[in-house]
């Protein structure tokens, strides 16, 4: 491996316009011509983004004189030959305005970047070890600006950046690089130990966030996850990059860090009472991210080792990676006490509740949708739900599943707890990538079970996951309750003041209607129809009753004579059948 770093800079050059100013040096460059390429896609979320559409001006040079650089394709260039033994720098202008968790974002008041959309990579010299220089914005008005990152500091350089500083930071290779994303700015810190590893807050935007009780939940549950796969943690340091805004929620998982963006209303306040809804969503996504430290980022599937950053990486797995991950997220906040058993079957009714309304379950296995994310479910339409079933939400079901019944069959002797620490030790701790049939595999071998019926069914088929059943095995009772108001078959949602049909499921009142996703509804029966009254005048209605509806498609208005239907299921919920199981003790605790 070449030892010479590949050194990086990055300033905030016009933060009221938006745009980073981003070098790569390399010393020894390809006499044949040195190529560059920024990512397609960002590690973590499944979408092609073309990050190099956002750069707007690049340019090279050696030896302090220009040097040509030509484009290949919509994200790669490649420089001319460079003098010998002149050092090449590319510089970078790039426009940063996305303020998400997955690119970059810069005004006045912060910077914000992951890697992948700011850092080009030097082909050819991926291994070697990286130098980034973490520079301030200029000016008075920025001088209260830190910065909150993963990165280790380049330990034995002039310019080693100190804590929370500027200057220098290392990373061993371009994969490590990207990595760790970056928040500068004026932000609150709050610190924690989580078995001995420094774990640190920074939370960006207005708030009043109750800095001890978010620290000490967040450290129950990194703790408990932790001594799940076993002590030493895989980082030496771990950082929680939190945008508060008004509307928002988001996650991207890192090695060593999570991009977060929430609700600032989702923190807690000093003096709040109990665990709001609100408040138990974030830690819930919290503990997601934190998982991923060892289920994706370490423990990945064959088709990400190495990751191909230039194209699609596909792969079947991603309902094991992000739906397991799912699962253990909120069960981490039971066993870590953090939340309540009642608070744990009711948010394990919601998402049961989240897959059942959609049709897209019936249509779609969990190894498809997994394939299919580049395509379908990271590009969702008005369809999506008819057609695409969510590998997130059902894939937490069926780990739960599989759970129940690595648990029932063996009476308590293996769990799906099992099956992730061996995961751990053999693919997390070694870099080898997970196959396709490996998980079932470790789990047939954890339990002496065949389950390739189970995976069959729950991971390759499209029926519905036996729950009920392996439920009351544990003594908790899945119910229904029927709603007495009658059903449309649509999903709405509001445009510019109009309540707008987003999706018209299959086989619905609606559909068969001949409503259409798009229609923005105007009355009902002659009376004027708001996001705040139709359930209101459905509840007037029975199933088997034919309505009146007008609604305008785009600037045409019709009618539409639709029967109504009886609602299959309105909402599940979770009850406790037994005061002690012995199996449930195991699965959930006392």
């Given at each position: 491996m070449d030892s010479v770093p590949v050194r990086y800079a990055i300033r905030p050059?016009?933060?009221?316009?938006?745009?980073?100013?981003?070098?790569?040096?390399?010393?020894?460059?390809?006499?044949?011509?040195q190529r560059f390429a920024l990512p397609a896609w960002i590690p973590g979320s499944y979408l092609i983004r073309d990050f190099a559409r956002h750069v707007i001006a690049i340019r090279a040079e050696a030896g302090g004189k220009p040097v040509r650089l030509d484009k290949l394709d919509k994200h790669t260039w490649r420089a001319a030959p460079a003098g010998k033994g002149q050092a090449l720098t590319v510089t970078c202008e790039i426009h940063a305005w996305d303020l998400s968790?997955?690119?970059?974002?810069?005004?006045?008041?912060?910077?914000?970047?992951?890697?992948?959309?700011?850092f080009l990579r030097a082909l050819g010299r991926e291994a070697s070890p990286c130098l980034v220089d973490l520079q301030a914005p200029e000016g008075s008005a920025f001088a209260a600006w830190r910065v909150a990152t993963s990165l280790p500091p380049a330990t034995g350089e002039k310019r080693c950046a100190k804590p929370r500083g500027f200057g220098l930071y290392r990373a061993g290779n371009y994969d490590e690089l990207i990595d760790h994303p970056v928040e500068m700015g004026v932000f609150t810190p709050i610190g924690f130990e989580a078995c001995g590893v420094p774990?640190?807050?920074?939370?960006?935007?207005r708030h009043d966030c109750d800095p001890e009780r978010l620290a000490a939940?967040?450290?129950?549950?990194?703790?408990?996850?932790?001594?799940?796969?076993?002590?030493?943690?895989?980082?030496?340091?771990?950082?929680?990059?939190?945008?508060?805004?008004?509307?928002?929620?988001?996650?991207?998982e890192h090695r060593a860090s999570t991009a977060l963006l929430c609700a600032r209303n989702d923190l807690p306040y000093p003096g709040m009472k109990g665990l709001p809804e609100g408040y138990r969503r974030f830690l819930g996504l919290c503990s997601h991210e934190y998982f991923h430290v060892w289920n994706v980022k370490r423990i990945?599937?064959?088709?990400?080792?190495?990751?191909?950053?230039?194209?699609?990486?596909y792969t079947t797995q991603l309902w094991a990676f992000e739906g397991i991950t799912s699962y253990y997220d909120d069960l981490a906040l039971l066993r870590s006490g953090v939340v309540t058993l009642d608070d744990w079957l009711d948010l394990t009714a919601k998402t049961i509740a989240r897959v059942m309304r959609d049709p897209g379950r019936l249509r779609q296995s969990l190894a498809e949708s997994s394939f299919d994310a580049w395509s379908k479910f990271y590009r969702p339409d008005e369809n999506t739900p008819n057609a695409v079933v969510d590998y997130y939400a059902k894939g937490a079901l069926a780990a739960l599943a599989l759970d129940l019944t690595l648990r029932r069959e063996t009476r308590g002797?293996?769990?799906?707890?099992?099956?992730?620490?061996?995961?751990?030790?053999?693919?997390?701790?070694?870099?080898?990538?997970?196959?396709?049939d490996d998980l079932r595999r470790i789990a047939e071998e954890s339990s002496g079970l065949d389950l390739k019926g189970f995976f069959a069914r729950a991971i390759h088929g499209t029926r519905d996951l036996p729950l009920p059943g392996l439920l009351a095995a544990f003594g908790v009772r899945l119910t229904w309750s029927k709603a007495r108001t009658p059903a449309l078959g649509v999903k709405t949602g509001n445009a510019n003041g109009d309540l707008v049909l987003a999706t018209v499921y299959d086989g619905g009142p609606a559909q068969r209607a001949g409503l259409a996703a798009g229609d923005a509804l105007i009355a009902l029966d002659g009376l004027r129809v708001t996001a705040g009254n139709l359930d209101a005048l459905l509840a007037r209605r029975e199933p088997g009753e034919t309505v009146a509806i007008h609604a305008f498609r785009r600037d045409e208005?019709?009618?539409?004579?639709?029967?109504?239907?009886a609602r299959e299921n309105d909402a599940p919920s979770?009850?406790?059948?037994?005061?002690?199981?012995?199996?449930?003790?195991?699965?959930?605790?006392?």
């Open positions: 050059a016009r933060p009221a316009a938006h745009r980073f100013t981003v070098s790569c040096t390399v010393a020894a460059p390809d006499p044949a011509g968790v997955r690119g970059a974002h810069l005004d006045t008041t912060h910077a914000f970047f992951n890697g992948a959309s700011v774990h640190e807050i920074a939370i960006t935007g939940d967040l450290k129950r549950i990194c703790e408990w996850q932790i001594r799940f796969f076993g002590e030493p943690a895989p980082m030496a340091r771990y950082v929680f990059l939190v945008t508060a805004v008004g509307e928002g929620y988001g996650g991207l990945k599937p064959a088709a990400f080792t190495p990751y191909d950053l230039d194209r699609e990486n002797r293996a769990s799906l707890d099992d099956v992730m620490r061996a995961l751990w030790r053999r693919f997390g701790q070694t870099g080898i990538g997970v196959g396709d208005l019709m009618r539409f004579e639709v029967a109504l239907a979770l009850r406790l059948t037994k005061s002690t199981n012995a199996l449930r003790r195991g699965w959930l605790g006392g």
